[in-house]
């Protein structure tokens, strides 16, 4: 089995910074890409930045959302955690956070999802 937390979620306020953790763990053979997604009141879970182990034909690094790129900065530690640096951060930003985890483990390969954390951008 295996478990995704997420941690450093808050209030800030606006042009504040905020740094995200996240820590997958359990048996796991093979971390293919580790990702931040969030999820605002009334609008659809999106993307906002993946990194790439280079485990498969996808090239390794990190890709950021057009909106967070430049001010949003992921991290990795050990190839099973991602921390995500949130800088000049704007209200427009407040969402709940998730991590993702596509992996291979004793399951065989699949998603694996954090509970999510709050982070709310505000005066």
């Known amino acids: 089995q295996v478990h995704v937390v997420e941690s450093g979620g808050g209030l800030v306020q606006p042009g504040g910074s905020l740094r995200l953790s996240c820590t997958a763990s359990g048996t796991i053979f093979v971390m293919y890409s580790m990702a931040w997604y969030r999820q605002a009141p009334g609008k659809q879970r999106e993307l906002v930045a993946v990194?790439?182990?280079?485990?498969?034909?996808?090239?390794?690094?990190a890709n950021y959302a057009d909106s967070v790129r430049g001010r949003f900065t992921v991290s990795r530690d050990n190839p099973n955690t991602l921390d995500l640096q949130m800088n000049s951060l704007k209200p427009e930003d407040t969402a709940v956070y998730y991590c993702?985890?596509?992996?291979?483990?004793?399951?065989?390969?699949?998603?694996?999802w954090g509970q999510g954390t709050q982070v709310t951008v505000s005066s």
């Open positions: 990194h790439n182990t280079g485990g498969t034909a996808v090239p390794s690094g």
């Open positions: 993702n985890a596509h992996l291979r483990g004793t399951m065989g390969v699949r998603e694996y």
